[in-house]
């Protein structure tokens, strides 16, 4: 139950972090996460798949944490956006991208 909570909780700040100043999504967010921990309130503790259901909990605020990045569109009639990147947005190295297409494949892909 605790690590339930704790899952719950975990979503519900990466949520208020990914979608901090759009309110609309923000409040759709919460209510997805409130209506699917709700489904599963009924489980039993030691139901196998309440471990892997916790799992998958803290994984999606992970990603809504580290990789949800809002854009929003800074001047009508171009194709111009400000990203909001805050302090728990992941920057990768681009390593990949400066590596795609050096081999004899092509396009990168792998």
């Known amino acids: 139950m605790a690590m339930a909570l704790s899952a719950y909780r975990s979503l519900m700040r990466s949520a208020r972090i990914a979608f901090q100043g759009d309110g ?3 409040a759709a967010a919460q209510v997805q996460i ?11 503790p030691s139901d196998e798949s ?3 259901a916790i799992q998958h ?3 999606v605020a ?8 809002q854009g929003k569109k800074i001047e009508e009639g171009q194709d111009r956006y400000k ?6 947005t992941e920057r990768g190295d681009n390593e990949s991208i400066k590596t ?3 081999g004899s494949g092509g396009c990168g892909c792998r």
């Open 57 to 59: 909990a803290e994984q």
């Open 34 to 44: 409130r209506n699917e921990f709700r489904q599963r309130a009924s489980l039993d």
């Open 50 to 52: 309440v471990p892997a």
């Open 62 to 69: 992970k990603v809504l944490r580290e990789n949800v990045v």
């Open 24 to 26: 609309p999504i923000l």
């Open 83 to 88: 990203l909001r990147i805050h302090e728990h």
């Open 100 to 102: 795609a297409g050096s």
